[in-house]
């Protein structure tokens, strides 16, 4: 029996693929390379990304087509090669190779500032002359797009390294993602931990992060799968960890800390962050009112012998300017703007003190200014 291109062509016509309704040779997933040699069929299909959901069925279904409408003696099991349009995500530890810094800001519980602590500490790094990136990862209570007024912002994507790559969106020198872009801001997210780890990696590794001096990761509060699943896909370089200064948030802060070094985990913590440190009222500057109690995270701090990053005062223009999606730190004369340029240079000086006591192999490169 003689065999020809266009017979496996035509048997091929008759197999749609599940994700369009169209058939493979229509949508051109044949790629012109059929080779036959008597009954032995060779060729590859091109599918759009390498792991497909389909691969499996469109290939099982291409063999029993061509045995059906070609003939039942066709050598076709193991011959279809699987090609795919754009390269597959890095493995894990090859993940954002252009990123110096990985940072995660993290909170023991919520309602405590963190996600304005970092959308601040962003800004405040972007006007010191890094190149930033954050990472909204509290995918139940996404709140950076609101902060950086960009609500409205729908990122596309583009053709980078060879891969379809997800564009982030950018104000005030930062680059950031969040899934509040993907889902109605309106309606809750009821998603099981596994299917928010897959996002989270989907925002990460197939995003166009491009270069970057600091990435930071606004974390979900409290410990859950999600920073599991953070600290095995990314090596962390550390993570700071933000706390107000009464005893029932400390309490959990220091969870927090127990978390991140313990042995499954195993991140450096930077630092810690007291937020809401005092109340000042403008008519009166000089005046400091502890509202929820004086220096807690100082004393947390000297306790587990980690350094006290900064204190953030309670100052309405923090939750105003958080709001109307204006960050306070884009303001360095006042001081809310003072308090978060010092707690960058802070951050920045940490990762430069880890790199000149630690061994090699644990520092990790600051870009200078």
């Not at 060879?162 to 950018?170: C, K, N, T, V, Y």
């Not at 992060?209 to 410990?223: A, C, Q, R």
Request: hydrophobic share 45%; with cysteine; net charge negative.
């Amino acid at each position: 029996m003689q065999i020809y291109p266009n017979l496996i062509l035509d048997a091929l016509k008759t197999v749609r693929y599940p994700g369009t309704g169209k058939d493979l040779v229509e949508m051109g997933m044949v790629e012109d390379n059929i080779r036959i040699d008597g009954l032995n069929v060779t060729f590859s299909l091109l599918f759009d990304k390498p792991n497909d959901p389909f691969i499996r069925s469109v290939v099982k279904a291409a063999e029993t087509a061509i045995l059906t409408y070609v003939s039942p003696e066709v050598n076709i099991k193991g011959n279809i090669t699987v090609k795919a349009k754009q390269l597959s995500r890095p493995e894990p530890d090859k993940l954002l190779p252009k990123v110096k810094n990985i940072i995660a800001v993290s909170s023991g519980k919520g309602g405590v500032g963190k996600s304005t602590v970092a959308a601040n500490l962003a800004v405040a790094l972007a006007l010191q002359g890094y190149k930033v990136g954050l990472l909204d990862a509290d995918i139940f209570g996404p709140s950076q797009p609101k902060m950086f007024n960009l609500e409205e912002a729908r990122p596309y994507m583009v053709e980078a390294e060879g891969r379809e790559l997800i564009e982030p969106a950018e104000n005030y020198g930062v680059k950031m993602l969040s899934i509040g872009f993907f889902v109605d801001k309106d309606s809750a997210v009821l998603w099981r931990g596994a299917m928010a780890s897959n996002a989270l990696k989907q925002l990460i590794g197939d995003a166009n992060w491009g270069e970057l001096d600091y990435f930071l990761i606004d974390l979900p509060p409290g410990t859950s799968d999600i920073h599991l699943t953070l600290v095995q896909t990314l090596a962390i370089t550390g993570a700071v960890v933000v706390s107000t200064p009464q005893e029932v948030a400390l309490a959990d802060a220091r969870k927090g800390i127990s978390m991140f070094t313990g042995d499954k985990v195993n991140v450096p913590v930077l630092g810690l962050i007291e937020n809401m440190a005092w109340f000042t009222p403008a008519e009166l500057p000089e005046n400091k009112y502890y509202l929820f109690g004086k220096e807690g995270c100082k004393r947390l701090a000297e306790e587990l012998n980690v350094p006290l990053l900064g204190q953030i005062p309670i100052v309405q223009s923090i939750c105003e300017g958080g709001d109307v999606g204006k960050p306070v730190a884009l303001n360095p004369n006042t001081i809310t703007g003072q308090a978060f340029q010092a707690l960058a240079e802070n951050v920045v000086a940490q990762i430069e003190y880890r790199n000149t006591h630690l061994a090699p192999t644990q520092r990790v490169e600051v870009t200078k200014k």
